[in-house]
């Protein structure tokens, strides 16, 4: 089994390789958390639509 891999256009270890590799891969991570934890506060298009469907519509909502 080979000790070496490639980072990019270099020769490496694994253990260098897997160091270079481990802070953008947790940076990416960190990006979709912060941008998936707060909803949008104006829904996109399409759900605006479905929220005036009947649908759609709870049936406290439908009986008022």
Do not use: K, W
Request: glycine share 4%; net charge negative; proline share 8%.
């Amino acid at each position: 089994m080979s000790t070496t891999c490639q980072h990019g256009d270099r020769d490496c270890s694994i253990e260098e390789a897997t160091e270079l590799t481990v802070d953008p891969h947790n940076e990416i991570a960190r990006d979709f958390q912060r941008a998936h934890q707060n909803p949008h506060p104006v829904a996109s298009p399409e759900l605006q639509r479905h929220a005036t469907s009947p649908r759609y519509r709870t049936v406290n909502e439908s009986a008022g």
